[in-house]
């Protein structure tokens, strides 16, 4: 079984795969099924152990055993949680993990003026989106930043947007005022509010909807017509009803992306090249 780690500013999302029994371990069988995964809150002050048990427990709930694991790829935007989650995967999956970072084989060439910058979370999913549905594609992810990353027909990452979070602009704008309360982001009935709570919704549901739609619509006249949009991330099926340009929604987009980084890599070691 391979485990899958993207740890985000807000949330860490865990994935479990397994593949098909190959005779003598043939490398080139893949991970292609998606047993388990599981989402939990990104605490940067959690200890080793701690992350040890939480880990530990999920894979319990779903009797899954900690010991199966044959491998284990992160992805990761909180540095400061580095260490912490590789003395994780050495105590308590016996495993040495492989961290999305300059010099890991990607299969995708990225030109960036400085590719270090670059979130791996970014290129996992530029990745996974070229190998699913092709190119010219935009990933949409909606996370603690809404980041737009550009893919070529060619299966360039060619770079992309970066905006606040939908969560990032309701709470500038609920502490920021003495009176207006917190309320659910939803797409309301109407776009006219007939009271406080319905104007907020409509201006934040509405007001994310045009941003998303005009940085897309940009996007989309230097990349071509024919570019695919994929939304992903924990708010994405909420704005792809609303939405002119997107076309797929695919919650397991980045989980798909570590995978396929994965054996890339892995797959590319034990053939020797």
């Known amino acids: 079984m391979l485990l899958v780690l993207d ?5 860490t999302v865990l994935g479990v795969f397994t593949r098909p029994a190959a005779p003598s371990g043939d490398p080139d069988v893949h991970y292609t099924q998606l047993v388990a995964h599981w989402r939990v809150s990104t605490v940067r002050t959690r200890t080793v152990d701690e992350y040890g048990v939480l880990f530990r427990n999920l894979f319990s709930m779903d009797g899954l055993a900690a ?5 284990i790829v992160v992805s990761s935007v909180v540095p400061p949680l580095d260490y912490t989650l590789r003395k994780v995967c050495e105590r308590y999956f016996k495993l040495t993990p492989l961290f999305i ?7 995708m060439p990225v030109h960036y003026d400085n590719p270090a910058e670059v979130g ?11 190998e699913k549905f092709g190119g010219p594609c935009i990933v949409v992810d909606f996370g603690t930043a809404t980041t737009f990353d550009a893919v070529s027909a060619k299966g360039e ?19 920021h005022t003495a009176r207006l309360p917190r309320v659910e982001i939803k797409k309301p009935a109407r776009v006219i509010g007939s009271n406080t709570v319905g104007s907020l919704q409509s201006g934040l549901y509405y007001g994310y909807l045009g941003l998303i739609d005009g940085i ?3 996007l989309m006249e230097e990349l071509g017509g024919q570019t ?3 939304a992903t991330g924990g708010l994405a099926p909420l704005f792809e009803s609303g939405s002119k340009y997107i ?6 987009l980045t989980l798909d992306g570590l995978r396929i980084i994965y054996e890339r890599n892995v797959v590319a070691k034990k053939k020797g090249k």
């Open 157 to 175: 990452y060619l770079g992309g947007v970066i905006a606040p979070g939908i969560g990032i602009s309701a709470d500038a704008l609920f502490t």
């Open 247 to 252: 076309n797929q929604v695919d919650d397991l």
């Open 67 to 71: 010991d199966a694991m044959h491998g």
């Open 101 to 107: 970072e300059p010099g890991v084989k990607t299969g």
């Open 7 to 11: 740890v985000g500013n807000t949330n």
């Open 216 to 218: 897309l619509e940009r």
């Open 120 to 130: 791996a979370d970014r290129i996992v999913n530029g990745v996974a989106a070229f």
């Open 228 to 230: 695919k949009v994929i």
